[in-house]
């Protein structure tokens, strides 16, 4: 269904994406490479992190690659769903949070 609605990265994307800037495309890849390396935290580990931070962003390309980043690198289909509730969580939690922003407006009304 994504490729109704999102255009899939060719090689072409690609190559032209670093011909305009290469210094800077080879910068980004460079720094994906060190933060998904093997650190403190395992691969897999931080692969289940992106999975969840790119439900947050809504990135359908970084769901569908770090999807499959995870699975490759050990992570269950249940783990995988595990973090895409705990970005549920953490994306509602920020809009109930914010209502106070909202309390507070009604007050100020209120009380003109």
């Known amino acids: 269904m994504s490729e109704l609605h999102f255009p899939q990265t060719t090689c072409a994307h690609t ?10 495309d080879d910068a980004f890849r460079a720094f994906s490479k060190a933060v998904f390396a093997e650190g403190a935290l395992d691969v897999s580990t931080k692969q289940i ?9 809504q990135c359908p390309w970084c769901i569908e690659g770090h999807v499959k980043a ?3 690198a050990g992570a269950t289909q249940e783990q995988i769903m595990e973090a895409i509730w705990v970005a549920a969580e953490m ?3 920020a809009a109930f949070a914010h209502s106070v922003k909202a309390l507070d407006v009604m007050e100020d009304d209120a009380a003109r």
């Open 15 to 24: 190559e032209r994406r670093h011909a305009l800037a290469p210094e800077a």
């Open 70 to 72: 995870a699975r490759r």
């Open 91 to 93: 994306r509602a939690g």
């Open 49 to 57: 992190i992106a999975v969840a931070v790119a439900h947050v962003t």
